[in-house]
């Protein structure tokens, strides 16, 4: 079952602190982010994410961080070098390649 919950990065620490929140739906999970932030004085950075997708973060503007991130877009995940689709890629690219010679 997927929770809410937020990573904590603190200056000078290795680690990260994790919170688990007590939240229905993004916006009350982002509310309780928000009101969490008071316990850690000093805070960098705090990521939510609702299982292993990221819904929205806080940065300490005192610390030279901008007050929100920018929306970013999905990557698109691409296929390992040596996949067979990489391989008939390859393939047809090279074929391509000596047509274009002879033409």
């Known amino acids: 079952?997927?929770?809410?919950?937020?990573?904590?990065?603190l200056p000078g620490k290795m680690g990260?602190?994790?919170?688990?929140l007590a939240a229905a739906d993004d916006v009350?999970?982002?509310?309780a982010m928000a009101?969490?932030?008071?316990?850690?004085?000093?805070?960098?950075?705090?990521?939510l994410y609702y299982?292993?997708?990221f819904v929205g973060s806080l940065a300490d503007g005192n610390?030279?961080?901008?007050s929100?991130?920018?929306?970013r877009k999905p990557v698109?995940?691409?296929?390992?070098?040596g996949s067979q689709r990489s391989a008939r890629f390859r393939q047809s690219a090279a074929s391509e390649t000596v047509v274009r010679k002879a033409g």
Do not use: Q
Request: with cysteine.
């Open 68 to 71: 929100a991130w920018p929306e």
């Open 51 to 53: 299982g292993e997708r």
């Open 35 to 47: 009101d969490r932030a008071l316990y850690w004085v000093g805070y960098e950075t705090i990521f």
């Open 1 to 9: 079952m997927d929770c809410y919950f937020c990573i904590v990065n």
């Open 16 to 20: 990260a602190d994790v919170c688990v």
């Open 76 to 81: 698109r995940a691409t296929r390992a070098p």
């Open 28 to 31: 009350s999970a982002m509310t």
């Open 63 to 66: 610390k030279g961080f901008p």
